[in-house]
């Protein structure tokens, strides 16, 4: 198999998150005026209820399916039965999840009015299987996922401007959704057999693969209420309007965070196959390289989303939601944490098989959580919960780096990653510097965002390379590389 681009996967990777995250955002104001108040309601509650079961079918399999897959990439025979076998098991939690939600739509009649919204939401639990996207993750190939994620994402857009017209159109809303999301899965299905033979099996090693689908699967559900828990909580405790400015602060915080992992997701393929081979230098020498990278790119992202927190407001929102500038500037640090929790869980816990720790840290976490919330909220509010975020993702970053402390050790304390991270925070100075005279200095939105964005890049390069920074070095010779080509 040829040697992939961590560069080229991670920009790929990059622009699918943000082709995902944008696409409501470009969506959502106009169906928000075409569309009834109740249409949106039960678009909304039906998107979200199915999701539950799309959780359901998916087991936790296809971070397993890559763990375990990259270790027989290069062997043919032994991918086809390994695919064969969790392709199996996935398809029968398909099955269950489809029986479950059948059962509940009997049992409960609140959600006799939801029925026809659920049964399209629903297509995604079968098209999520067939897609199949772990096959893409475990031979690094991400070029195919993302250009037909941008062609469908295009025509789903000229669908909509296209089919919903008038207040009772949710339904179409719905399909087109469904159609965005998962609409070229069944292409996904077939294109993956030119690296696959999958074949349905009931000849599966099923003790092998349940005990760590499962423990995996325990550790989505527990993200899925670490997650969900402070909105809900939010809403309990406060109102819809609380609920609304805390979501656009998440919104944004979400954004920056997928942009930033985009690096990190296309390694974890590279570290498992490694790690599963036993090549452990070679492992230290990709972990090390990525610890790095995201560590002169984290400091400074939640540096200048703090800096521009008012202006980022604005611009994606609007001036009603500026109650949500103070909640996202605390929030914002949530990035460095979480971003170097999912290294230590994604990139080492799981590669060595340590998920049971993984379950452990996140439930601890989760319980954490929850508790700060109904400490923060009462007298925070949206920022008592923006505070809870914080310190969960950090009690989450130094458990998970305890539990793998063995392994990332000769990685983190070497000299090169130290200073690193001191390079980053004198840089992350100069940004700090920039945006208060940029604020000082512009009267306009625009260009006080543009040039402090523009010239935090400009000075914080500048003062990496003034220090010698050996990853700054890297990248600039990898852009001269670029233009060379072109010119």
Same mark, same amino acid.
């Given at each position: 198999?040829?040697?992939?681009?961590?560069?080229?996967?991670?920009?790929?990777?990059?622009?699918?998150?943000?082709?995902?995250?944008?696409?409501?955002?470009?969506?959502?104001?106009?169906?928000?005026?075409?569309?009834?108040?109740?249409?949106?309601?039960?678009?909304?509650?039906?998107?979200?209820?199915?999701?539950?079961?799309?959780?359901?079918?998916?087991?936790?399999?296809?971070?397993?399916?890559?763990?375990?897959?990259?270790?027989?990439?290069?062997?043919?025979?032994?991918?086809?039965?390994?695919?064969?076998?969790?392709?199996?098991?996935?398809?029968?939690?398909?099955?269950?999840?489809?029986?479950?939600?059948?059962?509940?739509?009997?049992?409960?009649?609140?959600?006799?009015?939801? &029925? =026809?919204? /659920? *049964?399209? $939401?629903? #297509?995604?639990?079968?098209? %999520?299987?067939?897609?199949?996207?772990?096959?893409? !993750?475990?031979?690094?190939?991400?070029?195919?996922?993302?250009?037909?994620?941008?062609?469908?994402?295009? &025509? =789903?857009? /000229? *669908?909509? $401007?296209? #089919?919903?017209?008038?207040? %009772?159109?949710?339904?179409?809303?719905?399909?087109? !959704?469904?159609?965005?999301?998962?609409?070229?899965?069944?292409?996904?299905?077939?294109?993956?057999?030119?690296?696959?033979? /999958?074949?349905?099996?009931?000849?599966?090693?099923?003790?092998?693969?349940?005990?760590?689908?499962?423990?995996?699967?325990?550790?989505?559900?527990?993200?899925?209420?670490?997650?969900?828990?402070?909105?809900?909580?939010?809403?309990?405790?406060?109102?819809?309007?609380?609920?609304?400015?805390?979501?656009?602060?998440?919104?944004?915080?979400?954004?920056?965070?997928?942009?930033?992992?985009?690096?990190?997701?296309?390694?974890?393929?590279?570290?498992?196959?490694?790690?599963?081979?036993?090549?452990?230098?070679?492992?230290?020498?990709?972990?090390?390289?990525?610890?790095?990278?995201?560590?002169?790119?984290?400091?400074?992202?939640?540096?200048?989303?703090?800096?521009?927190?008012?202006?980022?407001?604005?611009?994606?929102?609007?001036?009603?939601?500026?109650?949500?500038?103070?909640?996202?500037?605390?929030?914002?640090?949530?990035?460095?944490?979480?971003?170097?929790?999912?290294?230590?869980?994604?990139?080492?816990?799981?590669?060595?098989?340590?998920?049971?720790?993984?379950?452990?840290?996140?439930?601890?976490?989760?319980?954490?959580?929850?508790?700060?919330?109904?400490?923060?909220?009462?007298?925070?509010?949206?920022?008592?919960?923006?505070?809870?975020?914080?310190?969960?993702?950090?009690?989450?970053?130094?458990?998970?780096?305890?539990?793998?402390?063995?392994?990332?050790?000769?990685?983190?304390?070497?000299?090169?990653?130290?200073?690193?991270?001191?390079?980053?925070?004198?840089?992350?100075?100069?940004?700090?510097?920039?945006?208060?005279?940029?604020?000082?200095?512009?009267?306009?939105?625009?260009?006080?965002?543009?040039?402090?964005?523009?010239?935090?890049?400009?000075?914080?390069?500048?003062?990496?390379?003034?220090?010698?920074?050996?990853?700054?070095?890297?990248?600039?010779?990898?852009?001269?590389?670029?233009?060379?080509?072109?010119?």
């Amino acid at each position: 198999m040829n040697k992939k681009s961590l560069g080229l996967n991670a920009f790929l990777n990059g622009l699918r998150s943000v082709l995902n995250l944008f696409f409501p955002l470009i969506t959502f104001p106009y169906v928000s005026r075409i569309l009834s108040v109740s249409g949106i309601g039960i678009y909304n509650f039906s998107n979200t209820y199915v999701n539950y079961f799309i959780l359901i079918s998916g087991l936790g399999i296809a971070t397993y399916a890559v763990r375990e897959g990259a270790k027989y990439r290069e062997d043919k025979n032994k991918i086809n039965i390994f695919a064969s076998q969790v392709f199996s098991l996935n398809m029968i939690a398909t099955i269950i999840a489809y029986v479950l939600l059948l059962l509940s739509l009997m049992i409960f009649r609140n959600l006799h009015n939801y &029925i =026809s919204c /659920i *049964l399209i $939401f629903s #297509l995604q639990i079968l098209f %999520t299987t067939l897609g199949t996207e772990w096959i893409y !993750t475990i031979y690094e190939d991400y070029t195919y996922i993302t250009v037909r994620s941008i062609i469908f994402k295009i &025509i =789903s857009i /000229i *669908l909509l $401007f296209l #089919l919903v017209r008038k207040p %009772t159109d949710y339904l179409i809303y719905a399909a087109i !959704t469904v159609f965005s999301a998962v609409g070229s899965n069944l292409l996904n299905f077939i294109h993956a057999r030119n690296f696959v033979h /999958i074949k349905l099996t009931l000849n599966t090693n099923w003790r092998y693969h349940l005990k760590p689908v499962l423990v995996i699967f325990a550790s989505a559900i527990a993200i899925t209420i670490y997650v969900s828990s402070d909105t809900t909580i939010l809403g309990v405790l406060k109102n819809d309007y609380v609920v609304g400015i805390y979501s656009t602060s998440v919104k944004i915080y979400q954004i920056a965070q997928s942009l930033l992992s985009a690096l990190l997701t296309v390694t974890i393929p590279r570290l498992a196959f490694l790690w599963g081979k036993k090549r452990i230098n070679e492992y230290n020498q990709v972990l090390s390289k990525v610890i790095d990278s995201l560590g002169i790119l984290v400091l400074p992202a939640a540096v200048g989303l703090i800096m521009l927190s008012r202006e980022v407001v604005l611009l994606i929102a609007s001036e009603k939601y500026l109650p949500s500038v103070n909640s996202l500037r605390i929030i914002s640090w949530a990035i460095i944490f979480s971003i170097f929790a999912w290294i230590f869980s994604d990139c080492v816990l799981i590669p060595a098989k340590r998920e049971n720790l993984v379950l452990r840290n996140t439930i601890v976490t989760a319980i954490e959580n929850i508790i700060l919330n109904f400490i923060l909220i009462p007298f925070m509010s949206y920022d008592g919960t923006s505070l809870s975020t914080v310190i969960a993702e950090f009690t989450v970053m130094i458990m998970h780096g305890y539990s793998c402390r063995d392994i990332i050790k000769p990685v983190i304390f070497k000299k090169n990653t130290l200073k690193n991270l001191l390079d980053s925070i004198i840089g992350c100075v100069g940004i700090v510097i920039v945006c208060l005279l940029c604020n000082y200095g512009f009267n306009s939105l625009i260009l006080k965002t543009i040039f402090s964005v523009v010239l935090s890049v400009i000075i914080y390069g500048a003062i990496l390379i003034l220090l010698k920074n050996k990853n700054a070095y890297s990248m600039l010779d990898r852009a001269k590389m670029i233009l060379k080509s072109k010119l």
